[in-house]
Every structure is written in C-alpha cells, then in structure tokens.
C-alpha cells in the first residue's frame, strides 16, 4: 500500500512480547528475569519502530525516496518500509556489516554500497553523515539514521518499546539492561520508561571494543567519547558519540549505570538462549544479558529486583553468528528410521 496524507507506513510492527527466562534466571539465582522480544517485529528487529515513523513522516512531507546508513537492521527495516510506502532506498553500509542482513535489503529492493572503513573509524562516520543530508536535500530524498541527532521523528517510534515495557512489567521497581553502539535506543527506551511513569533503572551496555558511553557513564563524566570500534558484535559497531550525551544523562537520571561486555561473553550467551530458552538472537540481543550475568558477579545487581532485558533482533539475520554456533557440519543422512530411532536411544535413553 502506498501511504497517502496522513496515512501511517505500518507493517504490523511494535505490541512485542515480554517473556519470562524461567531456566537463566534460576541459573543466576535472579527471581525474575525478562527477555523483551524484538525479534518478533515484521522484518525481525527493532528498528522496524524506528522505519515506520520514519518513512511515514518522509511520505507525508512528499519525499521520493530514502537516503539512509545502516550495518544491518537498520537497512532491512528501511527497505521494506520504503518498499510498502512505494519509495525508493539508498543506503551506505557500514564495512563490516552480515551477508545475511545485506540480503535481506536487496530483498526488498534497496540499492547498497559498503563504504571502506564505514562504521569503524569516526573519521569515516562523520564524513558519510556529513555529506548524506546534503546529497539527499539535491535529490529530493529524506534522510534516515537511528539516532535522535540526525532523525528525532524516526526515534520517537522507538520509545514506545519503553511505554510498553511498562504496561507489561506494572509498577514495581525494574532494571532494564539495554545494549548499544551509538546509544539511540537505550535513550528510546529510558524517554518511553519515563513518559510512562516507570520506576525503571535503565543501564547502558556496550562491547568493551566499542565502549563510546560506559566509562563516561560509570565515572561521572557527561560526554561520550568516539572510538575507533573494534567489537565484531554486528549493529553496536559505532565507533562517533550520536546520542551519547544524552544516553548518559538520561541512564543517570533513573538510576542506571553503564556496562562493557566482551564479545566472547556475547557469543557464549547467545548461544544459552537459544539452547535453555528457545531464543534465537542476533548476537547484539544477548549483550544485554551478558552484563546482567556480568553484574550479578561483580555484585552489581541485587537478585532480588525483575531484570528486563532487550532482545533487539532475530539470530536468523547474521549467518557468522548462526556458524559459530552451531559448526560447519551439516546434517548427517541415515538410511533408515531405525538409525534414527538407535541414535535416540543412544542419547536420550529408554523408559
């Protein structure tokens, strides 16, 4: 459908579900431990809240098509926005972005270029922001990154992640873990908390390789600092500040702090997830859970306070990540069910 005046770009997106994590949480001794399931929106992340507000407002101000950056959800979401709006995409990818993600765009039909160094280095970061928006002013496109600093209507979706966390979670205190590069949705989700009444601490974790926010956050600075990212966590590769002031103070104010996590520890529970609680995640959806593990350790986090954790995309996106999990191997061919039926018993047993 190709909106029209005043007609909302919808897929379907937002209302996720809060779901409790009964098995890791007994695990790390925590009396309730939620998982905030992204994956389940129509192009499986978080940012289709972020893409439909946005193409929404493009279309409405007549705009033709959307020039926007992405390393991977942010793009995916874009373009098939875009698609259902009927208006073209553009997009310069971050280097180092999946395959998996880069297909899906194509999918829907948005026109890529990878930009060397793109998402790493801040002197390429801001070179690229700063010539987008002129470059799509010339064109008569509108001009599209998850961040308040470039696109404040686009984020303005994204918070209501934030007001739905606190239908789903009630009243009572809550600490809400949320992972971040350049720190748009961790301020999404503390401006939804917040408008909503929320008595929620919200805490900011990054890839110690990307660690753009948390020392500041953690030392009482104001000002994040950019990096040159060396994560391989795909998504939260972003090495400028974007919203990094503002994460600071807005995690500050509720009472959160910050958290850096290594990628190894992403992948390990990555992998728990989908193993004890049947969630698949990009890897980017478990660097909220592995700093509440990382904080109960390190006595930073009482056991008795409901934990939330935003899980910000589905694992079926990023091929890398699915690899490392599960092997190269493929599925072994038996001749017959009873070699199935002997390799069941061999496991598992009999009554």
């Known amino acids: 459908m190709t909106a029209g005046d005043g007609v909302a770009v919808t897929l379907g997106e937002g209302r996720t579900p809060l779901v409790r994590a009964d098995r890791i949480g007994a695990a790390l001794g925590l009396r309730e431990l939620w998982l905030k399931l992204e994956g389940g929106n129509p192009t499986g992340s978080y940012k289709d809240r972020f893409a439909a507000s946005a193409v929404t407002h493009l279309v409405r101000a007549g705009r033709r098509a959307c020039l926007g950056t992405s390393s991977g959800n942010t793009g995916a979401a874009l373009a098939a926005y875009c698609a259902r709006a009927g208006i073209g995409c553009f997009l310069a990818i971050v280097e180092g972005a999946p395959e998996g993600k880069l297909r899906q765009m194509r999918a829907y039909g948005a026109r890529l270029l990878r930009i060397r160094d793109f998402g790493a280095s801040p002197a390429v970061i801001d070179a690229v922001m700063a010539g987008l928006r002129p470059l799509a002013e010339e064109v008569g496109a509108g001009f599209e990154v998850s961040a308040y600093r470039f696109s404040p209507h686009g984020m303005a979706g994204v918070e209501a992640i934030g007001a739905e966390l606190a239908a789903q979670a009630g009243h009572g205190a809550v600490e809400v873990f949320v992972p971040a590069g350049g720190g748009g949705l961790t301020l999404a989700?503390?401006?939804?908390?917040?408008?909503?009444?929320?008595?929620?601490?919200?805490?900011?974790?990054?890839?110690?390789?990307?660690?753009?926010?948390?020392?500041?956050?953690?030392?009482?600075?104001?000002?994040?600092?950019?990096?040159?990212?060396?994560?391989?966590?795909?998504?939260?590769?972003?090495?400028?500040?974007?919203d990094g002031d503002a994460v600071i103070a807005a995690c500050r104010a509720s009472g959160g702090t910050g958290h850096l996590v290594e990628d190894e520890a992403v992948w390990r529970w990555q992998a728990r997830l989908a193993r004890e609680e049947g969630v698949f995640c990009e890897p980017a959806g478990a660097v909220a859970l592995a700093a509440v593990a990382q904080a109960l350790a390190q006595g930073e986090?009482?056991?008795?306070?409901?934990?939330?954790?935003?899980?910000?995309?589905?694992?079926?996106?990023d091929e890398r990540s699915l690899l490392r999990m599960t092997g190269e191997a493929g599925t072994p061919l038996v001749d017959s069910f009873a070699e199935f039926a002997a390799a069941v018993r061999a496991e598992v047993g009999t009554a």
């Open 301 to 317: 986090l009482a056991a008795d306070r409901p934990v939330v954790c935003l899980v910000t995309g589905s694992g079926f996106k």
């Open 189 to 242: 989700v503390a401006r939804g908390l917040a408008a909503a009444g929320a008595a929620a601490r919200v805490h900011c974790v990054q890839p110690a390789g990307n660690d753009t926010i948390v020392t500041a956050l953690r030392r009482g600075g104001a000002r994040a600092t950019p990096v040159t990212s060396r994560t391989a966590v795909s998504g939260l590769q972003v090495g400028s500040v974007l």
